[in-house]
């Protein structure tokens, strides 16, 4: 895939499962919510992996360990290994890794993850500024973080230690609804100091290449379910992606995204790893895309037709995208996809 700018979803073909050697699957919002299974993950995967694909899972959680997350895996019924994770604690273990010396002392604020990471790369995770730490490492750490961990990396920051953040996702799906993410996190201490983390999570690059380095992908495709973290991720490595829409991307923020946000595929979850997916093709003025026409100019967005509502939500997105930045009207936008029931 090239780095142009996307008009519309693609069409493929084949099954995603046949086209691709390698699923990079986000877990929150994709795989699981609040723990629990999301409804057709558990057999979609089981298909997709019994018909040859590999399956990794690349999660910006630097929280849980890669065994504790295999371990939740299987027991939703999706057989995984430890090796099958990755985990921007692993991304941001390798970055400090590479700029400082074997064996040095790193202040954690976050969770066991983290400190697992740092110990596979030789790095000697420490808890207070006190501890002469040579880096400050700063990853999600879970609704029970207590507020002083955070103080903490304000004393060794101002200090002049270099700061790292597994990531800066400010929101993270929950069986209750949408919490602060590690992105939230660290803005209280980038406002507190006015420093700067290295970031290593997704949509970085640090993230891709660790991805690739542990998978060994050579056609991969990147599913999630955010457009600023997995999508833009997938643009940034020149990768193909899948969106599917059982996290926190509604259908407005996808008609609304920058060519960076744009998927090349579009499904309801991860069933579309086991189809083709529908052509989108121009059709007068307009895109058509199964039974439903959409086209828009300044001010207006308009869909016709009838049919599968995700083929109406592709061509409106081929509508949309062409037309980005010419303000794309927001009422026509919700009675379209409040016709798809979106």
């Given at each position: 895939?090239?780095?142009?700018?996307?008009?519309?979803?693609?069409?493929?073909?084949?099954?995603?499962?046949?086209?691709?050697?390698?699923?990079?699957?986000?877990?929150?919002?994709?795989?699981?919510?609040?723990?629990?299974?999301?409804?057709?993950?558990?057999?979609?995967?089981?298909?997709?992996?019994?018909?040859?694909?590999?399956?990794?899972?690349?999660?910006?959680?630097?929280?849980?360990?890669?065994?504790?997350?295999?371990?939740?895996?299987?027991?939703?019924?999706?057989?995984?290994?430890?090796?099958?994770?990755?985990?921007?604690?692993?991304?941001?273990?390798?970055?400090?890794?590479?700029?400082?010396?074997?064996?040095?002392?790193?202040?954690?604020?976050?969770?066991?993850?983290?400190?697992?990471?740092?110990?596979?790369?030789?790095?000697?995770?420490?808890?207070?500024?006190?501890?002469?730490?040579?880096?400050?490492v700063q990853g999600?750490?879970?609704?029970?973080?207590?507020?002083?961990?955070?103080?903490?990396?304000?004393?060794?920051?101002?200090?002049?230690?270099?700061?790292?953040?597994?990531?800066?996702?400010?929101?993270?799906?929950?069986?209750?609804?949408?919490?602060?993410?590690?992105?939230?996190?660290?803005?209280?201490?980038?406002?507190?100091?006015?420093?700067?983390?290295?970031?290593?999570?997704?949509?970085?690059?640090?993230?891709?290449?660790?991805?690739?380095?542990?998978?060994?992908?050579?056609?991969?495709?990147?599913?999630?379910?955010?457009?600023?973290?997995?999508?833009?991720?997938?643009?940034?490595?020149?990768?193909?992606?899948?969106?599917?829409?059982?996290?926190?991307?509604d259908g407005a923020?996808?008609?609304?995204?920058?060519?960076?946000?744009?998927?090349?595929?579009?499904?309801?979850?991860?069933?579309?790893?086991?189809?083709?997916?529908?052509?989108?093709?121009e059709a007068g003025?307009?895109?058509?895309?199964?039974?439903?026409?959409?086209?828009?100019?300044?001010?207006?967005?308009?869909?016709?037709?009838?049919?599968?509502?995700?083929?109406?939500?592709?061509?409106?997105?081929?509508?949309?995208?062409?037309?980005?930045?010419?303000?794309?009207?927001?009422?026509?936008?919700?009675?379209?996809?409040?016709?798809?029931?979106?």
């Open positions: 895939m090239s780095q142009s700018v996307r008009t519309r979803p693609e069409g493929s073909g084949q099954a995603l499962s046949k086209a691709y050697d390698t699923a990079l699957l986000d877990l929150d919002g994709v795989v699981y919510a609040g723990g629990h299974a999301i409804a057709h993950a558990v057999e979609s995967l089981a298909a997709a992996r019994e018909g040859g694909m590999h399956l990794a899972y690349v999660t910006n959680n630097a929280l849980r360990t890669p065994d504790t997350v295999a371990g939740h895996l299987t027991e939703l019924g999706i057989p995984t290994g430890a090796d099958d994770v990755i985990t921007s604690a692993q991304a941001v273990a390798r970055l400090i890794s590479e700029q400082v010396p074997e064996g040095s002392r790193v202040l954690v604020i976050g969770g066991e993850g983290l400190r697992v990471a740092l110990r596979e790369r030789g790095l000697q995770p420490v808890e207070s500024a006190e501890d002469e730490p040579v880096a400050v999600y750490g879970g609704p029970e973080l207590p507020w002083g961990r955070f103080a903490e990396a304000c004393y060794a920051i101002a200090r002049g230690v270099p700061w790292y953040a597994s990531n800066t996702d400010l929101t993270i799906p929950s069986a209750r609804g949408i919490a602060p993410g590690n992105g939230a996190a660290v803005e209280v201490v980038r406002i507190a100091t006015g420093a700067e983390p290295q970031v290593a999570g997704k949509p970085l690059p640090p993230m891709h290449r660790e991805t690739i380095l542990r998978t060994g992908a050579e056609r991969p495709l990147v599913v999630g379910d955010r457009l600023d973290t997995d999508i833009e991720g997938a643009f940034n490595g020149e990768v193909d992606s899948l969106l599917v829409l059982t996290g926190v991307t923020q996808l008609l609304a995204a920058p060519p960076q946000h744009r998927p090349t595929y579009v499904d309801a979850d991860l069933r579309g790893l086991l189809t083709g997916q529908p052509e989108v093709g003025e307009g895109f058509r895309c199964g039974g439903w026409t959409a086209t828009a100019g300044a001010e207006r967005l308009e869909l016709d037709g009838d049919g599968e509502p995700l083929d109406g939500l592709r061509a409106l997105c081929a509508a949309a995208w062409t037309v980005a930045g010419e303000g794309v009207c927001e009422l026509e936008t919700g009675k379209a996809l409040a016709r798809l029931g979106f």
